[in-house]
């Protein structure tokens, strides 16, 4: 095989041809990678185990569900009726802070925002892929605990992502026999 213009046995090869097939190639393999990353990034669910962002007012979990005892159902008080859980309303945080802690800056941010009737922009924690559909109510009301999920969120002064939410996660869980549930691809995938 040669690799001279005139096709003649032993002669040398073009170096500038040379250096632009290796640029070609770095250059596609370099692509490849970022795609690969890019497309990783846009289908990850959530934003990974241990994510915690922070809000725009501090809420303590372990202060509220772990030494007060507040049951997530009581602030999240749609998860066992609708195939969605709910961020609370200000309304709800309102119930006990028109009486508790009211001298309190932060309780006075959140009080402002019920009197002015805005929502405090929390940010979602636990994120899904637009494609992936969850049903909170069919879990909670097979008696799959907050905590299998979401783990012991009571003990958490900031929330963080504690499970990866990836599908083989899911599937997982589904394929165990005790939990009897479906494995059909549109169980999740609408």
Request: proline fraction near 7%; include cysteine.
């Amino acid at each position: 095989m040669s690799d001279h213009k005139d096709g003649s046995p032993g002669a040398q090869r073009d170096p500038t041809a040379h250096e632009k097939e290796k640029k070609i190639i770095v250059a596609s393999f370099i692509l490849t990678v970022l795609t690969i990353v890019a497309f990783g990034l846009f289908l990850m669910p959530g934003r990974g185990v241990g994510y915690a962002p922070a809000q725009p007012i501090p809420f303590s979990h372990a202060l509220h569900a772990g030494q007060r005892k507040i049951q997530c159902l009581y602030c999240h008080s749609n998860v066992d009726k609708s195939p969605h859980a709910n961020v609370p309303s200000v309304a709800v945080c309102m119930n006990c802070h028109k009486v508790v802690k009211t001298d309190s800056p932060l309780i006075q941010q959140i009080a402002k925002a019920y009197e002015n009737n805005e929502p405090i922009q929390w940010v979602n924690v636990h994120v899904l892929p637009d494609f992936v559909y969850f049903n909170h109510q069919r879990h909670v009301q097979r008696g799959v605990s907050c905590e299998t999920c979401h783990g012991n969120v009571a003990n958490m002064e900031k929330v963080e992502q504690y499970s990866p939410f990836t599908m083989g996660w899911c599937v997982n869980c589904h394929r165990l026999p005790e939990n009897n549930a479906p494995l059909n691809c549109n169980t999740c995938h609408r």
